[in-house]
């Protein structure tokens, strides 16, 4: 790794539907924008097995859309650079520095969207399961339960759409929820009422995940009565929401106090020159169609941010000696 940096106008962290149409406006401004891609191309998206509620995208799975969006950004002269950043230095203001893996760059702006990371159920035996049994990725996983029971955990739509999902695999799907009514859509919830394969678990909550090499059982509790039983299951898949992934800004951009970085209508955080867009700073809606929207209005807001800062640049220059 050379430890010169390489300059760059606009880079941009993280690689999904947010990241990749930021990539899209920014490359069209002529601005020849990096995408640093992070551990996932397209992140948490390209792992859904179906997205039918993106406008113009009726059908399909997730990494379909996300290699559309990727070749739609490239056709304008995104560059794409499949590794992780491991630094960011914001505290000097622009340019900034970004170290990943191979390289380090010194960008004039930043655009954050590095999203949100599954949340776990923190309880024992989950640590120690997962790849043995406990996962966050029915489309990751599913085929490996082939013919076997799994539980699935959450109520949002990410639970009740995967656990559809799983019933392709799965002799048996449960779905434990703490509560007695789903929170996901209400077209998610009829089909899944509906499937034949699924079973509900209401007002319960798993405390234990149990097994020998593999998880066999789950412990679970009652939160109405308190009542603990043990329940047979081959496999335990988590969706009980997301954490923000923003580890890397820590003490450097604002924060609210569940993490996700604080912006204003224009996308614009705390420190001039950096912006953020999707999931890293929307705790509320977690959407395709609002993180395109969030990453084309963060891109436009850093369009217009590099024309005026490089205006002040200009001026602040000094005038040419003559003889």
Known sequence: MTDTPRSEKVIILGSGPAGLTAALYTARAGLNPLVIAGPQLGGQVSWTHEIENYPGFPGGSGQELVDVMKGQAEKFGARIDHDVALEVDLR???PFMVRTGNSVYSAESLIVTVGAS????EVPGEEEFIGRGVS???????????????VVVGGGDSAVKE????????TQVDVIHRRDTLRAEPENQK???ANPKINWIWNTVVEE???ERKVNNVRLRDVKTG???DFAAEGVFVFVGHNPNNDLFAGQLDMDAEGYVITDKQYRTNIDGVFAAGEIQDPQWKQVATSVGQGCAAALSAEQWLEKHEAKAVKAAP?????
Do not use: I, M
């Open 209 to 211: 995940v149990q097994g």
């Open 163 to 170: 656990a559809q999902f799983l019933t392709r695999f799965a």
């Open 136 to 150: 966050y990725c029915a489309t990751c996983d599913g085929f490996f339960f082939r013919g076997k029971h799994v």
């Open 191 to 193: 089909r899944a009422l």
């Open 319 to 323: 005038a040419p000696q003559t003889a």
């Open 92 to 94: 000097n203001g622009s």
């Open 118 to 121: 599954p949340r776990k159920l």
């Open 227 to 229: 009542e603990k039983r």
